[in-house]
């Protein structure tokens, strides 16, 4: 990866242009049975498209904060990424009340009503897959986002040094995003391109966000992110290492099924 790179944003443009057709984030859900593969191109189109969704529909600016009521999902690791890209803090399972636009999975809905700005509902079904009717007071992300444009450009240089995401009360700008991952990449046995970390770690903390998502973006590698793991079969888990090729896991409660 380029150590020019000081933005989450930035490691997400340095893999487009090392090689974009490399798998970048491999999405399980134990409990319906989903198996989504997305490329570094794929996945910086669904981020362009969500980062134009908040900057031109939204009208977000850089230091607005997004709460993001999500799970560990290949979605909320768009959201993150699209954050990254206009300049916004995304804020996880921050407060909706002090948040300028909130994003909530089908759980949370009732929580994500107390913002006063824009809400955006995720169904976080297969494929991308929209609510068969909206939530009351909440736009689904499912239907608006596909007609949003498919190149990002921010209005204003994204400030590195500018806070960039929240987690478990904690914030951090995006230099110390990727500063942070890359310092602790070998632990997570990162160890360079080609390393396949497994993470069934929630995202509701650096640890769970590192593995899931910014270790392997800072080093070239690529995640297998495991969304409901503790309900996975006996021997699951072995033979996912082995089909997906993982050299590494995030250890942590979540990794036994």
């Not at 191109?41 to 993001?68: I, M």
């Not at 909320?76 to 909706?96: E, H, Q």
Request: aromatic share 6%; glycine share 10%; charged share 20%.
């Amino acid at each position: 990866m380029n150590a020019t790179d000081r933005t989450p944003a930035d490691l997400l443009g340095s893999a487009l242009a090392a090689d974009p057709g490399r798998p970048l984030v491999t999405f399980y859900d134990d409990a319906t049975g989903e198996r989504v593969e997305l490329s570094v191109a794929t996945f910086a189109n669904w981020v362009a498209k969500t980062a134009n969704l908040l900057q031109d529909e939204l009208s977000v600016e850089p230091g607005d904060r997004v709460a993001l009521l999500l799970p560990a999902h290949w979605q909320t690791a768009v959201w993150l990424l699209a954050c990254a890209s206009v300049g916004v803090v995304a804020d996880m399972s921050g407060d909706a009340r002090a948040a300028d636009v909130v994003v909530s999975g089908p759980d949370r809905l009732e929580e994500a009503r107390a913002c006063s700005g824009a809400r955006i509902a995720m169904a976080l079904r297969p494929l991308g897959g929209r609510f068969p009717q909206a939530p009351e007071g909440f736009v689904d992300y499912a239907v608006e986002v596909p007609g949003q444009g498919d190149r990002f450009v921010p209005y204003a240089p994204v400030d590195p040094e500018g806070p960039a995401l929240i987690v478990a009360g904690r914030e951090f700008s995006g230099a110390e995003v990727v500063e942070r991952a890359r310092a602790e990449a070998t632990a997570l046995g990162l160890i360079g391109p080609g390393s396949r970390i497994l993470s069934g770690l929630p995202y509701d903390t650096w640890e769970g966000l590192n593995a899931g998502l910014y270790g392997p973006l800072a080093t070239g590698g690529s995640v297998v992110l495991c969304r409901h793991l503790e309900q996975a079969g006996d021997g699951v888990l072995d033979k996912r290492v082995e089909s997906e090729r993982v050299t590494t896991i995030a250890r942590g409660a979540a990794d036994t099924p």
